[in-house]
Each structure stands twice: as C-alpha cells, then as structure tokens.
C-alpha cells in the first residue's frame, strides 16, 4: 500500500492562494453582470480564511435610494374675507353726536357718534303685515322693562292678532308705539328677516347698549322698508 505523499505548508500556501484568486474573479465577473452588488459588503468567501473586500467599481452607477413621495399640501389661500364697508352716514342733523340708520336691505342698525361709527347691530323690524313706516325718527323716553300689548295701537290683547309682551330695554321712537328694544325671542331673524309688529327688535346686549348710551332727541333714520313715510310724531 502506497502512502500519499504530505503536501508541504509551501505548497498548501500556494493552492489556497489559487483557489482564493479563483473566487475573487468569479465575484468581480458576478459583480460586472449584476451593477447593483458592485458595491458589495466584505465577503466571506472560504471558511477558515479572513473575508474578503470586494471593492467598487468604477463607471458602475449606483443605485438611487428610494425616496418617499412628500404629502400633497393644500393651496395656500392668499384672499381674505373682505368686511361690508359701512353706509354713508345719514344727511341730519343732531344736537346729542349720535345718529343711527336702521337699513332694511342689510337687516342692520348702524350707529354714529361724532361722525364715527361705534356699532353695528343685527335687527329685525316689522313684518310684511306690520312693515315699519320709513323715515327720520327721534328717540324719547325709556323704560328699563315694560309690557307691550296690541291695544296701544286699536287691536285688542284677546284677538287673533292682539299680544300682551313683556320686554326689556326699551327706548320708544314715536308715540304710536315703535320702540328699538331687546327681543331674545327673535335673534334668529335678526339680520335676516322681519317678524316684529313694527318695533326694531335687537338682542337683550345691543337693547342695553341703546338704553345706556343714547339720549333723548337722538335721530334714527328708518330706510328701504315696505311701510308707509312716517309722519313726525
């Protein structure tokens, strides 16, 4: 029986050297058929053997990273919302530095002191069936609370049309009974539409602001409503 000769370490230096020089071009042939491992990580590539580093090659393109689409943004809005521009104050005269104009088109009372506007208020004055004469008015006397009913003005309290109402706030604008007053149980309609029985009605605040601030003699001029002139009283 024939021994096999043992290889020296020269010579097992030699082969792994080969087998390991074999490896290293079969990875640069993969590398150059597959561009996306150009840029390979070091590799393992015998066991027992220290990896080995592939290095990149250049005139390869690398890969773009993948990119996450941005979210879609709204359009920025560059308009803004223009406010009503404020009526021409009314041509009359006044001796207290107030006058207000109760407008029916816009369902607005604007009121002046000294030429300046200082409030604008929603209203709802009379209905089609008791539409507010128009025309220039001057307040008089006021009531912090009061009853209002029909008969002031020839309906009786217990007919269909008749009302016996309490209300707060009042400042009475003629003698045949329209006044502006507070009227919480129409702020639905004020600034929208007409539901009173003549009288301006505004919220229980504005009603307030009325009573506290504007005196006697002041002019409020009624404008664009379906009633009749109104005849100074």
């Not at 919480?184 to 007409?194: A, E, I, K, L, M």
Request: aromatic share 8%; charged share 15%.
């Amino acid at each position: 029986m024939l021994n096999s000769p043992t290889p020296t370490p020269r010579a097992s230096r030699r082969r792994s050297a080969r087998r390991l020089t074999a490896v290293v071009f079969g990875v640069l042939a993969m590398a150059l058929a597959l561009p996306g491992v150009a840029n390979a990580v070091p590799v393992t590539v015998i066991p027992g053997l220290p990896p080995v580093e592939i290095p990149a090659i250049p005139g390869l393109p690398t890969p773009p990273a993948p990119s996450t689409p941005e979210a879609p943004q709204p359009p920025s809005s560059t308009t803004t919302e223009e406010k009503p521009a404020d009526p021409a104050i009314p041509n009359v005269k006044t001796e207290t530095g107030y006058i207000a104009l109760a407008d029916d088109n816009t369902h607005t009372i604007t009121w002046w002191h000294n030429g300046k506007v200082v409030k604008k208020m929603p209203i709802s004055m009379g209905s089609d069936a008791h539409p507010t004469p128009h025309g220039v008015y001057y307040t008089k006397e006021k009531y912090r609370d009061m009853y209002m009913d029909s008969s002031t003005y020839g309906v009786p309290v217990d007919s269909a049309e008749g009302y016996r109402t309490y209300v707060e706030y009042a400042t009475r604008m003629s003698w045949d009974g329209i006044f502006i007053h507070a009227a919480p149980w129409s702020v639905n309609q004020q600034g929208r539409s007409n539901v009173s029985h003549g009288c301006i009605n505004v919220t229980t605040e504005y009603g307030k602001w009325v009573y506290d601030n504007v005196p006697r003699n002041t002019p409020i001029v009624v404008r664009n409503t379906i009633g009749p002139k109104y005849q100074n009283s």
